[in-house]
């Protein structure tokens, strides 16, 4: 799904490094990358995917502000298409990008932006006390009232309340 992911320009800017385990070389770099967080866990997946985006335009060679994004949407995609067939994603940020630089060879105008690693969940007890602690920890998310805005920066938009009213403020396409 990664791949029909929409983008600006339709550039599809996004490239993808791709190692399992028996890619050692590849493997260990990715591993070596990530920060002592990320690491004590994700060593454990059987593939780390380094995301890499093209920050320029190739039809004209400008700068392209949106390739972040286009990243960005093309790994969600992949993450909901490996949800549909019970594998886990998890996304990091937490990895030292100059050293993928390096151990990959990545031109200039080219950003590495995340790894993730794919895999089936595994169970919390593998994981050392602190993680199964966090990993078993109830899940939460900001509130919308702290983000979704009308009239107004900072000002709750009254389209959140009750819950699903947007959808019931949308035009009918009858």
């Known amino acids: 799904m990664a791949r029909w992911s929409p983008s600006s320009a339709n550039e599809q800017p996004w490239h993808f490094i791709?190692?399992?385990k028996a890619d050692v070389t590849a493997y260990a770099s990715l591993v070596d990358s990530l920060n002592e967080g990320n690491r004590r866990w994700a060593v454990r997946a059987p593939l780390l995917v380094l995301g890499v985006a093209q920050s320029f335009y190739a039809k004209n060679g400008k700068a392209n502000k949106h390739a972040?994004?286009?990243l960005g949407?093309?790994?969600a995609?992949?993450?909901a298409q490996a949800g549909a067939l019970g594998l886990s994603v998890h996304q990091m940020g937490g990895f030292d990008a100059?050293?993928?630089r390096g151990s990959f060879s990545i031109p200039d105008g080219y950003e590495?932006?995340?790894v993730f690693a794919v895999g089936y969940a595994d169970h919390p007890e593998v994981l050392p006390e602190d993680l199964q602690q966090r990993e078993r920890?109830?899940?939460s998310r900001k509130d919308l009232r702290s983000f979704v805005f009308t009239d107004s920066w900072g000002k709750s938009s009254h389209h959140i309340l009750?819950?699903?009213s947007l959808l019931n403020t949308l035009p009918s396409t009858n």
């Open 18 to 20: 791709v190692a399992t």
């Open 68 to 70: 972040w994004y286009d």
């Open 73 to 75: 949407q093309s790994v």
């Open 77 to 79: 995609q992949l993450t």
């Open 98 to 100: 100059e050293k993928t």
């Open 112 to 114: 590495p932006v995340v």
């Open 137 to 139: 920890a109830p899940r």
């Open 162 to 164: 009750p819950r699903h």
